[in-house]
């Protein structure tokens, strides 16, 4: 199992594509090592409360996890703006248009013409749209464009049928889609509509921009449909602002700039070097110290080290240099409970146990020590992650998700991992090689009666 374990580990840690079982296994790395972008948004109504940016801001956060970027940072600032920090963004443009973007779509009544995709249009639901910019001293509405009639309403959107798809083909081939389904009196005017104009152009309305007007080939008498898209790209956008809600007021994009990384590359490179050389350093005092045992418990680390790291790629974990911190800090934990088995061994050895024995009862002994310390340490890690949640600090979360998941881990290499590798050399022990399991040769210890004769 532990060589199973350990090479599935290294097949993800080193997967040439990057990718395993079609799952995405890059390394990701946090803001301060790579780089990203920053959004200030200032909502643009006037009749907005706190209460509404605090909403937006949840959206928005649901919308960036969406993305599957990590180590985020979504908060407040003011009554009325949001900051959002987004780590090694390839698309700047499509972020900040998928943040700002409130989620409302619409279905309309394009009266038989066919729309341009892009188009901002006004319609019933909306006949303002913040594109067209300040409408409310503009006395020539023809000037404003036609307001179209609103099928369907974006609040009966049903998000938990919104996922990605393909379309079934067509003169274009099979396109990126998203599907969905509404509720209530929208599907009721969907399927009626639909009905009645088949072999019309229904246009799609995305937070009152065209994204495509398709022609009506059958009635959707559910309510349910698709709309295609040019590239994954786009629909990956669409998906994100429609499935994790729409925003309660509308946004706009007060700043955008691009955050280089806190940390210089050779400050990163340094942190490598620095981390690998204390490992080694840790690794050799444990080998000198405790011999056979020692380099068991250094190949149990590298096994630690590798499951961490697949872990982390599978989740995944956006790593930060607080996050390697904790990551380091977990492991000279789990040299900690090694160094209190093996002393627990060499104790009951010299009780007159016999190395076998001894090694068990090292195992047991030792026990409550590792798994109160461990679990201790589980709650700080839990309480951290949960301030850090509650307040937007992902610079703590970071840390506790590590530190945490590196106790988890240490404690199977340490209590399956080393007791196995100890088990399978315990048989190449005897009085004469003793230094090699790094035991003194026994020394007759007093017993309680013996003891109680001397007084």
């Known amino acids: 199992m532990i060589a199973a374990i350990a090479v599935l580990a290294l097949v993800i840690n080193v997967a040439p594509s990057q990718t395993f079982l079609g799952r995405d296994v890059r390394f990701r790395l946090g803001l301060d090592l790579q780089g990203g972008i920053q959004v200030l948004l200032r909502t643009t109504s006037a009749t907005a409360t706190e209460e509404d940016v605090k909403t937006a801001a949840g959206v928005i956060e649901r919308r960036v996890n969406g993305l599957g970027v990590g180590e985020t940072v979504v908060q407040l600032a003011g009554s009325d703006r949001i900051i959002v920090e987004l780590p090694g963004i390839d698309n700047p443009e499509q972020a900040v248009e998928m943040l700002r973007g409130t989620g409302r779509l ?84 969907l399927a009626q509509f639909t009905a009645t104009n088949i072999g019309q152009p229904m246009c799609i309305v995305l937070d009152s921009t065209v994204v495509s007007c398709p022609v009506i080939n059958g009635a959707l008498n559910d309510g349910s449909g698709v709309i295609e898209t040019n590239s994954e790209e786009d ?6 602002q429609l499935k994790y809600g729409a925003l309660p007021i509308p946004l706009e994009v007060e700043t955008s700039r691009t955050v280089s990384a806190t940390l210089g590359q050779a400050s990163v490179e340094t942190s490598i070097v620095a981390g690998i050389a204390g490992l080694l350093v840790v690794a050799l005092f444990m080998i000198v110290f405790y011999r056979l045992p020692g380099l068991l418990a250094a190949l149990a680390l590298v096994i630690y080290t590798l499951i961490s790291f697949a872990i982390y790629r599978l989740i995944p974990i956006t790593l930060t240099l607080p996050g390697i911190a904790g990551f380091i800090l977990s492991i000279g934990l789990a040299v900690d409970a090694n160094v209190l088995i093996f002393a627990r061994l060499r104790e009951e050895y010299r009780r007159g146990r016999d190395i076998r024995s001894a090694l068990e009862l090292g195992f047991v002994e030792s026990w409550p020590a590792i798994r ?75 017993t309680d009666s013996a003891a109680t004769n001397s007084l």
């Open 106 to 189: 619409e279905f309309i009544n394009s009266q038989g013409q066919y729309i341009p995709e892009g188009t901002v249009v006004r319609t019933t639901g909306e006949p303002n749209p913040p594109q067209l910019g300040d409408t409310s001293t503009m006395t020539d509405t023809a000037a404003l464009g036609p307001i179209y009639q609103s099928i369907t309403d974006g609040r009966d959107l049903d998000t938990g049928t919104v996922q990605p798809a393909f379309s079934q083909g067509g003169t274009l081939g099979s396109r990126p889609a998203v599907a969905f389904a509404f509720r209530g009196a929208s599907a009721t005017n």
């Open 235 to 240: 629909r990956n956008r669409i998906l994100n």
């Open 372 to 446: 109160d310390s461990s679990v201790s340490t589980l709650i700080t890690s839990i309480v951290l992650f949960l301030f850090g949640n509650s307040f937007g600090v992902s610079i703590i979360k970071g840390f506790a998700v590590t530190l945490g998941l590196g106790i988890v881990v240490s404690l199977f290499t340490a209590i399956v991992v080393t007791r196995t590798f100890l088990r399978l050399a315990a048989p190449l022990f005897s009085e004469q090689n003793a230094w090699l399991f790094g035991i003194d040769r026994r020394t007759p210890v007093a």
